[in-house]
């Protein structure tokens, strides 16, 4: 039965007794999933230890802050953690974060919108889906460890203007850099972190050319359709501010880190055949707001190595070239549609929010060596025809067994309609990383009625989904049941049928299991069997005999003294009345009588 949240609290608070009680619950309870605020309890436990909150936060939870806690509240994390978010309230005073592990936040990020307290994270720091962050006025966060926002974007436009990111710095051109956006009604700007935290500015390209696109470390603007001059340009970001706008790179390359879609209308369309270069960052951030953007020029990676794409923004962003960067691709919010072999370049491809949109027919775009991973809440959709070959699978953080994956009316043999949509398919090929032998049954053992003494046989499809081979050492099934097979291997991607027989002895229901014993990583080592026993039909032509009186004679010895007499009746018959005070045996099926010495019928 799956706990309910109730089933995770806990009245007495010593951080001692807590690590008994959990070690517990992870042994007997599967995991919680409600989606809730978690609030943090006065006192100092580690941030691991249900003690520490009223009920242990989860990757889907918020961790809060509020007056349950009475002083400034200093806690280490105790273990590598993920939060959807944190929330910071009313505490009586600044809530510090220790040193030692990782801490991940989801989609909620940082809420201080009603703090009266500080928070500094000392732990190190990854961010996880588009998200936003919001800071009133006077207040701070410090971050003072490690930090990646690995592909996340985060609108800082909660974010009062007298609000500090203490030691969240800067890059050359001035902003905190392309990950980080304020969004200002319709318009989109990057956030530029000292003194406040304020809208950053751009420096106006060359209309018509952008002839004065030459740095590296300087953000820039244009408002409508241009041609790149005749030299290659540079940037760090590039925004378009006006309406839809069409970049001809003329066969000139351009190199960018940022690209923001702020049009006001229509679509931002980039095309050519020069090629778009990932700046000295490795990765480029593509950031819209709702609008349409069409990236129709060869994306390639930096000069000093494998470069990634991150896209976050409302819109739809469609490629179309068989791009060669080779870091990876990112999608945190809208959608990602692709519609030619190796769009996606060369890497892993994760969509932590989203859509993934692989177009009809579509084939070789994400390359058959990478993991396509699938976070909770975002999607890939299938277009009809596609059918596309990966290493790897995980739908949220599970991995998928090997085989065709798909949603319902796909065909495909695993069924995911939570992360997958469309008519096409995923093939995962499981031929990377860690062994796996995935059983799995298909078909039915259900024999229905049969007669006793009488034998009946199916069979069951046993595959394995694994990338190695599994190895079967023996078949136990219920009473009733026999299996032919009992050591065998089971190849990889392959099946074997397995013959099942049932001999039902006595008129009663047959139920069990058929187990394997075998070297499984995870997947199905158990299926149902069923029966029932009946009575055996008569032959046709033969008289069937609806009620019927026996009489037993007995002929005794002379000199011979009878004790009982017993008689057992032939499968199928039931007595309904016995004379004479006998007695019927269900078990051994058999009439008896007991006689006294002086020949009277005994009980």
Not at 230 to 254: E, M, P, Q, V, Y
């Amino acid at each position: 039965m799956k706990p309910t949240r109730e089933s995770y609290r806990r009245t007495t608070r010593s951080c001692a007794w807590t690590v008994l009680t959990l070690t517990s619950l992870v042994l007997l309870l599967p995991s919680a999933v409600f989606a809730a605020t978690r609030t943090k309890q006065n006192n100092t436990c580690n941030l691991n230890l249900a003690a520490s909150w009223d009920i242990l936060p989860g990757a889907d939870d918020v961790a809060l802050w509020n007056s349950t806690v009475t002083g400034a509240n200093s806690a280490l994390l105790g273990a590598d953690l993920s939060w959807s978010g944190i929330r910071i309230e009313n505490p009586g005073g600044g809530v510090n974060i220790g040193t030692g592990n990782s801490l991940t936040l989801g989609t909620n990020g940082i809420d201080m919108a009603t703090a009266t307290q500080n928070l500094t994270v000392n732990c190190d720091l990854t961010l996880r889906g588009r998200q936003s962050w919001k800071v009133p006025p006077s207040r701070a966060v410090y971050l003072t460890a490690a930090f990646n926002h690995r592909g996340a974007v985060v609108d800082l436009a909660a974010c009062a203007t007298n609000a500090s990111m203490g030691s969240l710095g800067m890059d050359a051109s001035g902003i905190v850099g392309p990950w980080a956006v304020f969004v200002s009604g319709t318009t989109l700007y990057y956030a530029k972190p000292t003194p406040m935290l304020t809208p950053a500015g751009f420096t106006t390209a060359t209309a018509g050319t952008l002839a004065n696109m030459t740095s590296a470390t300087v953000n820039y603007n244009f408002t409508g359709s241009a041609t790149l001059s005749a030299t290659n340009l540079i940037g760090n970001t590039l925004r378009c501010s006006g309406s839809g706008a069409t970049l001809a790179n003329a066969g000139k390359n351009f190199t960018l880190n940022g690209l923001m879609n702020s049009a006001s209308s229509g679509t931002l369309t980039i095309s050519g055949n020069g090629s778009l270069i990932i700046g000295a960052t490795r990765e480029l951030v593509v950031v819209a707001n709702g609008r349409a953007t069409v990236l129709d020029a060869p994306i390639v990676n930096h000069a000093s190595g494998p470069s990634t794409l991150t896209y976050s923004g409302g819109g739809t962003c469609s490629l179309s070239r068989a791009n060669s960067y080779s870091g990876g691709t990112l999608i945190d919010a809208g959608t990602l549609a692709v519609s030619g072999a190796g769009t996606l370049g060369g890497g892993d491809v994760t969509v932590s929010g989203g859509t993934l949109w692989l177009s009809n027919g579509v084939s070789a775009v994400i390359g058959d060596t990478n993991t396509l991973a699938i976070a909770e809440g975002a999607t890939v959709l299938l277009g009809s025809g596609v059918n596309e070959a990966i290493d790897t699978l995980y739908l949220g953080v599970v991995r998928a067994a090997s085989g065709t994956w798909g949603a319902t009316g796909s065909g495909a043999t695993h069924i995911d309609d939570v992360h997958l949509s469309g008519a096409g398919v995923l093939t995962v090929l499981n031929t990377a990383g860690d062994p796996t032998r995935i059983p799995r049954f298909s078909g039915e053992l259900v024999f229905g009625e049969v007669a006793t003494n009488a034998a009946a046989m199916r069979t069951v499809e046993l595959w394995n989904d694994g990338n190695q081979s599994l190895s079967v050492t023996g078949v136990q099934v219920s009473a009733g049941f026999t299996v032919t097979q009992q050591v065998f291997a089971v190849p990889a991607g392959g099946s074997v049928t397995l013959e099942v027989r049932f001999v039902p002895t006595a008129l009663s229901v047959y139920s069990g299991l058929l187990t394997l014993a075998c070297d499984a990583t995870t997947g199905a080592t158990s299926f149902a069997v069923s029966g029932t026993g009946v009575a055996p039909v008569p032959p046709a032509g033969m008289r069937t005999i609806t009620a019927l009186s026996a009489v037993i004679a007995i002929h005794v010895p002379t000199n011979a003294v009878t004790l009982g007499v017993e008689d057992e009746l032939a499968p199928g018959f039931v007595p309904v009345s016995i004379s004479d005070g006998g007695s019927w045996d269900a078990a051994n099926r058999k009439v008896k009588w007991f006689f006294s010495e002086s020949g009277q019928v005994g009980a």
